[in-house]
């Protein structure tokens, strides 16, 4: 059975800032007024995170907008959502956090099929030489190509 996904919302910082190493689909823990507001594509991944507390994946300061035909019973924009996964998974991305230096960041909210899911990258952070590297070398990619293209 073959679902179509539909992208909400992408990370891009994120590919500049981090190196990521491995991605996980997760599904996320939402109310109905936030599956309206992301089915019209109102969500910002920018600033947000994921922490592992008590053995649950939670996703932190994920912006959702209220959705605009919501009454009093509306949802708080960057309230904490509950990211879901199975218990293995947790606990190897568990084991892959305690080394030095890796964290997890939502890489992207789409929907696939009915159902709202969340691209999380168990990534580490980049130095600034390391940004500048890969800047460097996107751009000579991009000359290549056009010489190439030229001939």
Do not use: W
Not at 68 to 87: Q, W
């Amino acid at each position: 059975m073959k679902h179509d996904m539909k992208i909400v919302c992408q990370n891009r910082k994120a590919y500049h800032d981090y190196s990521i190493e491995e991605t996980i689909e997760a599904g996320i823990q939402l109310l109905g007024t936030e599956v309206k507001s992301l089915r019209d594509g109102k969500a910002n991944l920018k600033d947000s995170y994921v922490l592992i507390k008590n053995s649950e994946v939670i996703l932190l300061n994920c912006h959702i907008s209220p959705y605009s035909h919501g009454n009093i019973l509306n949802h708080d924009p960057l309230r904490t959502r509950k990211l879901l996964l199975h218990r293995k998974e947790i606990d190897r991305l568990r084991g892959k956090m305690q080394q030095k230096g890796y964290t997890l960041i939502p890489l992207k909210i789409y929907f696939k099929g009915p159902y709202a899911k969340v691209e999380i990258g168990l990534a580490r952070g980049k130095k600034q030489y390391e940004k500048r590297e890969a800047i460097k070398e996107r751009e000579a990619k991009r000359d290549i190509e056009k010489a190439m293209k030229r001939r």
